[in-house]
């Protein structure tokens, strides 16, 4: 089919709930896609930031081949060897103590506000359910993820919006401690807050967030379904913050596009969730887990260097270009912002997807760049190139 065929049938079959871009993307090889007319794209985007080891990546497409030959599905009323494979791998390489899988990274962030409520529940009784979380945050798109989000535009049509939620300005202590109170069970947070514009938190914060978290038997949730599985150069972005949260949650490149989310818990609240407690159908579904045994392979500690390596040379690329249009940069490892004036974001996005370029946006401001975690040095050139020569003044 091509472009104006597949866009009829969107507009009278699917709920227009998407502003879509003027193509329709057709296949793609590493980090580079090609539209059902032939066109070419260097890929800034990984479907945000879902497409970690890139695409007709072979190591990944057999994995899943594989076990598609084996067993699609079964259900969690038995065993299966991916999901507990893969929880093993996930555990080890994050020091947590049990995973949950789920499908997606509000679906994680929901387990993880039902498990710290719990965890409460079963220590002090009924009364203490508020999550604290900060304004500017990010954190689904269901009815209890959407009220944690931080930000007011999203609080909007779908009344009335579940209780138990508290908001307070991202590095401001005083501020979490005045939100403080004998109903509170947990701190929920970012360590870049990527939707509202790739705003990394600063060190001292998070390390003096968690220790309030301890100092008051509350439970500390790292929501990284975009900052984690190497997208900033360690495994989860908490990590280089010297922190040990009593929840993470993840999702999105996991399982390098197909879906599939998770969390995963500390000692101490390990054991909280027991069976009848939570669930989910297609959690530890056997090709999404092959799947994301696949993406563990492939992102290696060498790879996480690499992560690490070429987002600070996208980074100081360009800052380097002396454009009037870019107030800042920022971000760690491959999740980078880049601060947009004299033009709007979305403006700026358009004019690189002409170009040949696909890229995001963050924030009121902000054109943010998650590539494949896989990407090329050529594609970064190939890239930054077409970022370049649409920047300059």
């Not at 070419?40 to 695409?55: A, E, K, M, N, P």
């Not at 060498?302 to 107030?327: D, N």
Request: charge should be negative; proline fraction near 3%.
């Amino acid at each position: 089919m091509n472009f104006a065929q597949i866009k009829a049938l969107d507009s009278q079959f699917v709920m227009q709930t998407y502003a879509r871009h003027p193509i329709a993307i057709d296949h793609g090889q590493g980090a580079t896609l090609w539209d059902t007319e032939g066109r070419q794209y260097i890929d800034f985007t990984s479907g945000i930031g879902v497409c970690s080891v890139g695409y007709n990546n072979e190591r990944w497409t057999a994995a899943i081949t594989e076990q598609i030959h084996k067993l699609p599905h079964i259900s969690n009323l038995f065993y299966t060897e991916p999901y507990a494979r893969l929880a093993e791998i996930v555990c080890h390489r994050s020091g947590m103590a049990r995973a949950f899988f789920g499908n997606s990274g509000a679906e994680a962030n929901e387990g993880a506000i039902k498990l710290a409520r719990k965890y409460s529940f079963d220590k002090y009784g009924k009364g203490r359910g508020t999550v604290i979380t900060l304004v500017n945050s990010f954190h689904g798109r269901t009815m209890t993820t959407l009220t944690a989000t931080g930000q007011d535009h999203y609080h909007e049509f779908f009344f009335p919006f579940p209780e138990g939620f508290r908001y307070v300005p991202a590095g401001d202590m005083g501020a979490l401690e005045a939100a403080w109170g004998d109903d509170v069970c947990a701190v929920m947070m970012e360590m870049i807050q990527g939707e509202g514009g790739v705003f990394p938190l600063e060190k001292s914060y998070v390390q003096a967030a968690e220790k309030f978290c301890r100092d008051h038997d509350v439970l500390l949730i790292v929501d990284e379904v975009q900052t984690g599985i190497c997208r900033t150069g360690t495994f989860f972005a908490h990590q280089q913050f010297d922190i040990h949260p009593d929840i993470v949650t993840f999702a999105k490149g996991i399982a390098g596009g197909v879906p599939l989310g998770g969390m995963l818990a500390a000692e101490g609240c390990a054991n909280v969730l027991q069976a009848g407690n939570h669930g989910s159908t297609f959690g530890g579904n056997p090709i999404a887990c092959a799947a994301g045994l696949a993406v563990m392979e492939i992102l290696d500690d060498a790879l996480m260097a690499e992560v690490a390596r070429k987002g600070e040379h996208i980074r100081q690329t360009i800052a380097g270009f002396g454009s009037p249009y870019v107030s800042g940069v920022r971000g760690m490892g491959l999740m980078i912002g880049v601060g947009i004036q004299g033009m709007t974001h979305k403006e700026l996005c358009g004019k690189l997807l002409e170009r040949g370029l696909m890229t995001l946006t963050a924030g009121k401001d902000t054109l943010r760049l998650l590539p494949p975690l896989v990407i090329s040095q050529e594609e970064i050139d190939q890239g930054l190139a077409i970022m370049a020569d649409v920047l300059k003044a």
